[in-house]
């Protein structure tokens, strides 16, 4: 009974959300947005049919996908965030001390505009002074940029439509170039269960690029009720296992302990690498 999310992760496997109420719904120049009440998870962003973020997990993900890169690097200053714009990785970037600037590059408009408004736990920190807000496509973004970043972060939805760019070699090449010598590009990389060949595929895209190239992993509740996957380059070849800089206060998630053992992989993931 009552209205419910649902989505298709196999043919025989669905995630099921009840729902309380639909508060917006449009369709961008991208894609179908809609920003749902869910029954246990709050507010939660969909993009084209599939779960993006809620409110109540959302952490498990912006935390793991933000300070495991930037505590791993020595001093981070200089971030860009490709995607991401419901604004919940931004506002883990800026709990560092030591970042001075963040460009957020995100491709569509309404995404953000909606996040502001429906989801501003999330979005909150956009109007941080130290955060530049870029409506661009990424890829395009990347190929033509002069800047230099320490850290890179790919915050895309899953690889298909707008997002099918930000999982090849060509951009992750992009990402290296403009990256310091002692940088590191992370990005989400699906799971590894029913999505298995998206997760190697954008596993190896990075390793032919970076010297070092590790997988780690969070858990995400509503992404696929177990593993979600991450795979970070490191482009001067510094173990990204390795905590260097200060760990940021007040996480739900990311600890440093936690950070060294998301590294640690069952043999069933790494045999699917
Ligand atoms: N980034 C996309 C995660 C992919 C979710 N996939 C899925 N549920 N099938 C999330 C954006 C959060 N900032």
Do not use: N
Not at 118 to 139: I, T
Not at 173 to 179: K, S, T
Request: charged residues 25%; aromatic residues 10%; glycine residues 8%.
């Amino acid at each position: 009974m009552g209205m419910w999310f649902d989505e298709k992760h196999a043919d025989g496997t669905h995630l099921r959300l009840r729902v309380r109420s639909v508060l917006f719904q449009e369709k961008t120049e991208f894609q179908d947005l809609a920003i749902i009440e869910t029954e246990d998870f709050g507010r939660a962003l969909v993009l084209d049919g599939v779960l993006q973020t809620t409110e109540r997990d959302e952490m498990f993900y912006h935390e793991m996908l933000a300070h495991v890169p930037l505590c791993a690097h020595p001093r981070p200053r200089r971030v860009l965030v490709v995607g991401g714009g419901d604004g919940g990785l931004v506002r883990e970037v800026l709990r560092h001390p030591t970042v001075e600037a963040v460009t957020m590059v995100e491709i569509d408009r309404g995404v953000v505009e909606a996040c502001r408004r429906y989801l501003p736990g999330l979005s909150g920190k956009l109007d941080d002074p130290r955060v530049e807000v870029v409506f661009a496509d990424g890829v395009q973004y990347v190929r033509d940029c002069q800047q230099v970043y320490d850290v890179i972060l790919v915050d895309s939805t899953d690889p298909g439509g707008p997002s099918l760019g930000l999982f090849t070699p060509d951009f992750y090449g992009d990402c290296h170039r403009i990256l310091a010598d002692d940088g590191f590009l992370a990005c989400q990389t699906e799971e590894p269960f029913f999505r298995a060949e998206a997760m190697r595929g954008a596993y190896r895209a990075v390793g032919s690029v970076f010297p070092v190239t590790r997988l780690y992993v969070s858990m995400v509740p509503v992404y696929s009720v177990w593993y979600w996957t991450f795979t970070v380059g490191s482009k001067g070849g510094l173990d990204p296992a390795e905590v260097r800089s200060k760990v940021p206060a007040g996480t739900v998630y990311y600890c440093p302990d936690v950070h060294r053992s998301a590294f640690v992989l069952p043999p069933f993931i790494r045999d699917r690498l």
